[in-house]
T-cell receptor, first 116, second 113 residues
């Protein structure tokens, strides 16, 4: 069974540009969450999608957005990139994404974004 | 505010010894907790989870203990091996009934041969 796949693995962008990251969840999983990981802030929740709807959102500016497709694949977009957006962006998938449904969240390898 | 914290940023143990990694959480409404292991250059790897209706759960060489009275979580690794060297995170899925996870800052486990 394939795991969570994130593409690309590495990206280098210039300030002011925009970027789109992709996440393919485990087959059958309907919840996809995105996290930003930096040495200073650790793992910070960005947003979660379930059945093509954003179900929860973290405290990030509107430059960060996402979407989910009918096949549960998800993309996140960051517009007007800033140096501080340099981070490892992680995607996690779970079957239903709720604690009460007893489902674990599995992470992809992440996309390393460097903004110069 | 939301926070899940770990007591020690770095833990160094001898190969073969048992390791105990601690975590304190602040949200008394939290009812689901997960431990993840993250190796350099990789995403977090699920280790074990526990619900608030349990005090203890065992996996292969790992045990998670939950003390709701003092809002404390611990991960015990038996017979620690060099391959256990990594950063360990505790995470909380609060009462929001979504997939959102709140992570602690992480503890780096170093295993000395």
């Amino acid at each position: 069974k394939a795991g969570v796949t994130q593409t690309p693995r590495y990206l280098i962008k210039t300030r002011g540009q925009q970027v789109t990251l992709s996440c393919s969840p485990i087959s059958g999983h309907r919840s996809v969450s995105w996290y930003q990981q930096t040495p200073g802030q650790g793992l910070q929740f960005l947003f979660e999608y379930f059945s093509e709807t954003q179900r929860n959102k973290g405290n990030f500016p509107g430059r960060f957005s996402g979407r989910q497709f009918s096949n549960s694949r998800s993309e996140m977009n960051v517009s007007t990139l800033e140096l501080g957006d340099s981070a490892l962006y992680l995607c996690a998938s779970s079957f239903t994404g709720t604690a009460r449904m007893n489902t674990e969240a599995f992470f992809g390898q992440g996309t390393r974004l460097t903004v110069v | 505010g939301e926070s899940v914290g770990l007591h020690l940023p770095t833990l160094s143990v001898q190969e073969g010894d048992n390791s105990i990694i601690n975590c304190a959480y602040s949200n008394s409404a939290s009812d689901y907790f997960i431990w993840y292991k993250q190796e350099s250059g990789k995403g977090p790897q699920f280790i074990i989870d526990i619900r608030s209706n349990m005090d203890k759960r065992q996996g292969q060489r790992v045990t998670v203990l939950l003390n709701k009275t003092v809002k404390h979580l611990s991960l015990q690794i038996a017979a620690t091996q060099p391959g256990d060297s990594a950063v360990y995170f505790c995470a909380e899925n609060g009462s929001s009934n979504t997939g959102k996870l709140i992570f602690g800052q992480g503890t780096t486990l170093q295993v000395k041969p």
